[in-house]
């Protein structure tokens, strides 16, 4: 089985500067996609970034970019200019695609705890 | 479209009634999936369907717990009868084929007391 580790579970950043979240997991299988969800307050779950593990190339979108360390199993989260809008609990979660083994569902980790303060 | 939708979004109940989540996935996706979340144990999946039918439910935490999908359009979680250790948020998402992403609903904060 999958595990997705998220070793903070809060971190706090200032509004404009930069915050890396991090994730580890483990997995036996060669190819997965890895996404990083955000959970408002509304408690509504948004993707805001993937990775396909055969992609060496780093996934970004717009303020959000991660670091795909494979070998390593890690999968971090940066976020440049930090808005108050970014607060929120970040969700790693992982995905396989052998579906005998993961069944296409997501493995989350347990959350971090973002608040951008002014 | 509206996205994946589920009712009702509250729920309060006593413990030992029954009670019913439903979820409307998004119209064309084929895999339906149902999250349950808590402080303790985070997000975690109880079971999915593909073309309507269970593929894994060994998440559903006991026999109390039961899930139908009588159709490609609708789903039901139901709890039977109820404790209040089953107070979470439920969650519905579904995912069209081999797609990556899944589509979560808003989900239902269920509080049994």
């Known amino acids: 089985a999958q595990t997705v580790t998220q070793s903070q579970p809060e971190m706090s950043v200032q509004e404009a500067e930069t915050v890396t979240l991090s994730c580890t997991y483990d997995?036996?299988?060669?190819?997965?996609?890895l996404f990083w969800y955000k959970q408002p307050p509304s408690r509504q779950m948004i993707l805001v970034i993937r990775?396909?593990?055969?992609?060496?190339q780093n996934a970004t979108e717009n303020r959000f970019s991660v670091n795909f360390q494979k070998a390593a199993k890690s999968f971090s989260l940066k976020i440049s200019d930090s808005q108050l809008g970014d607060t929120a609990m970040y969700f790693c979660?992982?995905?396989?695609?052998?579906?005998?083994?993961?069944?296409?569902?997501?493995?989350f980790g347990k959350g971090t705890s973002l608040l951008v303060t002014p | 479209d509206a996205g994946v939708i589920q009712s009702p979004r509250h729920e309060v109940t006593e413990m030992g009634q029954e009670v019913t989540l439903r979820c409307k996935p998004i119209?064309?996706?084929?895999?339906l999936f149902w999250y349950r979340q808590t402080m303790m144990r985070g997000l975690e999946l109880l079971i999915y369907?593909?073309?309507?039918?269970?593929?894994?439910d060994s998440g559903m935490p006991e026999d109390r717990f039961s899930a139908k999908m009588p159709n490609a359009s609708f789903s039901t979680l139901k709890i039977q009868p109820s404790e209040p250790r089953d107070s979470a948020v439920y969650f519905c998402?579904?995912?069209?084929?081999?797609?990556?992403?899944?589509?979560f609903g808003p989900g239902t904060r269920l509080t049994v007391t």
């Open positions: 979660a992982f995905m396989g695609r052998d579906q005998v083994h993961s069944g296409y569902a997501l493995n």
């Open positions: 998402a579904s995912r069209e084929g081999h797609l990556y992403e899944q589509y």
């Open positions: 119209s064309g996706h084929d895999y």
């Open positions: 369907f593909n073309n309507n039918v269970p593929i894994d």
């Open positions: 990775q396909e593990a055969y992609k060496q």
């Open positions: 997995t036996s299988e060669n190819n997965y996609y």
